[in-house]
Nanobody, 124 residues
Framework: QVQLVESGGGLVQAGGSLRLSCAAS????????RAWFRQAPGKEREFVAA????????WYADSVKGRFTISRDFAKNTVYLQMTSLKPEDTAVYSC?????????????????WGQGTQVAVSS
């Protein structure tokens, strides 16, 4: 089993920045990817960003491209989501997910492992 634990959420003003962390433990996945999804109240969960663990390939949703950066730290087995120029519409619960499917899936169904989520609130 794989355990994922997110941290770093909070309340920030529009235009501000936050960095989310996702630490993994448990079974090692081979050639796996880690992603961030978010879900705002009353909305569907949506893909934010993904990174292929071994080679560092990344993929971003259009809504966050140029503002968010996903990265990884091998030593800490942790993935980060650096969020800048935050907007009120970025307010959501952000969840980390992991998969050993090939590629960089952007659909939640391809990710069998999930963290508990961390709240991000952006005030206008």
């Amino acid at each position: 089993q794989v355990q994922l634990v997110e941290s770093g959420g909070g309340l920030v003003q529009a235009g501000g920045s936050l960095r989310l962390s996702c630490a993994a433990s448990g079974r090692t996945l081979s050639n796996y990817a880690r992603a961030w999804f978010r879900q705002a109240p009353g909305k569907e969960r949506e893909f934010v960003a993904a990174i292929r663990w071994t080679f560092g390939n990344t993929w971003y949703a259009d809504s966050v491209k140029g503002r968010f950066t996903i990265s990884r730290d091998f030593a800490k087995n942790t993935v980060y989501l650096q969020m800048t120029s935050l907007k009120p519409e970025d307010t959501a619960v952000y969840s980390c997910a992991a998969t050993d499917f090939a590629g960089l899936p952007r659909t939640a169904a391809y990710y069998p492992y999930w963290g508990q989520g961390t709240q991000v609130a952006v005030s206008s």
